[in-house]
T-cell receptor
Framework: GEDVEQSLFLSVREGDSSVINCTYT??????LYWYKQEPGAGLQLLTY???NMDMKQDQRLTVLLNKKDKHLSLRIADTQTGDSAIYFC???????????????WGAGTKLIIKP | DTEVTQTPKHLVMGMTNKKSLKCEQH?????MYWYKQKAKKPPELMFV???????INESVPSRFSPECPNSSLLNLHLHALQPEDSALYLC????????????FGPGTRLTVT
């Protein structure tokens, strides 16, 4: 079945760039997403990329998609303490005959910022 | 406005209680979702409403009963819950029934004693 994998932790120094990686298995994915969840809070949609794109940039965030390797990454430039959170990668794919799409989630990567 | 609101923020209930969680959005979205999230885990889909009709029920026990009174509101009625049902319950919405750009509420932290 479909699977999305992420490493569980990433530790970076404040001011450095963070790169969070994600791999997925379903080649029919349509959209790939990055969500951010701060402690005790809901999920915030950070950015998403359509599967026919290679890159998307939005201020400090850069998403890179390698369709051949089924690899997605999120780069956060100039990482700040406010970026401390769990980052979830998710893909949407049609699982049902009525074309409802479902999100398949990675386990989440906890980003730890060192001073 | 990309806000989804949920009430209450926290809820403690006994195993014999009946309570309800509420979710509201005013973005004109026609798909609404209930998720359950355990600590440090990704959210698990419970229910999907599309155009106010239940379109997906992910084999959720009947002690959870969803309701969509209108296109802006989504409720989750709780009855005879178990301690293992303690979790963060998240509501989300998206345009139509396609999952791109799902917007999440802050969640209700539920504790079953």
């Amino acid at each position: 079945g479909e699977d999305v994998e992420q490493s569980l932790f990433l530790s970076v120094r404040e001011g450095d760039s963070s790169v969070i990686n994600c791999t997925y298995t379903d080649s029919s994915s349509t959209y790939l997403y990055w969500y951010k969840q701060e402690p005790g809070a809901g999920l915030q949609l950070l950015t998403y990329i359509f599967s026919n794109m290679d890159m998307k940039q939005d201020q400090r965030l850069t998403v890179l998609l390698n369709k051949k390797d089924k690899h997605l990454s999120l780069r956060i430039a100039d990482t700040q303490t406010g970026d401390s959170a769990i980052y979830f990668c998710a893909e949407s794919t049609s699982l049902y005959m009525d074309s409802n799409y479902q999100l398949i989630w990675g386990a989440g990567t906890k980003l730890i910022i060192k001073p | 406005d990309t806000e989804v609101t949920q009430t209450p923020k926290h809820l403690v209930m006994g195993m014999t209680n009946k309570k309800s969680l509420k979710c509201e959005q005013h973005m004109g979205h026609r798909a609404m979702y209930w998720y359950k999230q355990k600590a440090k885990k990704p959210p698990e889909l419970m229910f999907v409403y599309s155009y106010e009709k239940l379109s997906i029920n992910e084999s959720v026990p009947s002690r959870f009963s969803p309701e969509c009174p209108n296109s802006s509101l989504l409720n989750l009625h709780l009855h005879a819950l178990q301690p293992e049902d303690s979790a963060l319950y998240l509501c989300a919405s998206s345009q139509k029934s396609v999952n791109y750009e799902q917007y999440f509420g802050p969640g209700t932290r539920l504790t079953v004693t």
